[in-house]
Every structure is written in structure tokens, then in C-alpha cells.
Nanobody, 124 residues
Framework: QVQLVESGGGSVQAGGSLRLSCAASRYMYDNGCMAWFRQAPGEKREGVATIDVNHYINYAYSVKDRFTLTRRYGTTNTLSLQMTNLRPDDTATYYC??????????????????WGQGTQVTVS
């Protein structure tokens, strides 16, 4: 059973930065991905950034050049999302996720099997 534990988040003014981290309890699937998704009130959950075993990183258009996804491999995988130049429309609950399918389909939520509990990001 994969457990995803998120940390970071909080409140920041527009133009500020935040860093989210996610610790995964075991290795991801051989052909899978790890990702950050977000969901604003009244909106659908959307992919923010993903990385797969081939180190292919995919970003949502709205966060390109502002967010950076990194991953540290080890006994526990750690997935970090550095967010800069934050805007009010980045306000959402951010979820760490792990899935069975890599590549661009991961950003669309295809094959996502595990979700973290979510962490709130508020930009004013």
C-alpha cells in the first residue's frame, strides 16, 4: 500500500513562493508516475505537474515557467513542487498522487491509484 504524505502549503500574497513536498512510502510502479493535482472550490481536479520513471516531466500550461517539480529517489520517494510567482488563481487544495501510467496521460489523471490527503494553498 502506497502512502502519500504531503507537507507545505499555506497562505501567501500574489507573487510569492511556496514549496510542497510529498513523501511516498514505497517505490512507485515500474511504469508509473508521481504527480501533483489541485482542486479549487467548485472546480474539477486538474493535473499540475507529473514525473514518470523515465524522468519525463509534464506541466500544466498554466504553471509552466512558474512551478518546478523535482523528485528524490531512495527508500522513500520524495516529490517536491516549488511554486513561484503565485497568483490568486493558484488557490486550491493540492494533492500528491501516484499512478500506474506515465507520460502525458498521467497529467490527465489516467491510471492514478493513490491520493494524498491534500494541502491547502491560498494566494491573495
Amino acid at each position: 500500500q502506497v502512502q502519500l504524505v504531503e507537507s507545505g502549503g499555506g497562505s501567501v500574497q500574489a507573487g510569492g513562493s511556496l514549496r510542497l513536498s510529498c513523501a511516498a512510502s514505497r517505490y512507485m510502479y515500474d511504469n508509473g508516475c508521481m504527480a501533483w493535482f489541485r482542486q479549487a472550490p467548485g472546480e474539477k481536479r486538474e493535473g499540475v505537474a507529473t514525473i514518470d520513471v523515465n524522468h519525463y516531466i509534464n506541466y500544466a500550461y498554466s504553471v509552466k515557467d512558474r512551478f518546478t517539480l523535482t523528485r528524490r529517489y531512495g527508500t522513500t520517494n520524495t516529490l517536491s513542487l516549488q511554486m513561484t510567482n503565485l497568483r490568486p488563481d493558484d488557490t486550491a487544495t493540492y494533492y500528491c498522487a501516484a499512478g500506474e501510467i506515465g507520460g502525458s496521460r498521467c497529467l490527465g489523471g489516467v491510471g492514478i491509484t493513490f491520493w494524498g490527503q491534500g494541502t491547502q494553498v491560498t494566494v491573495s
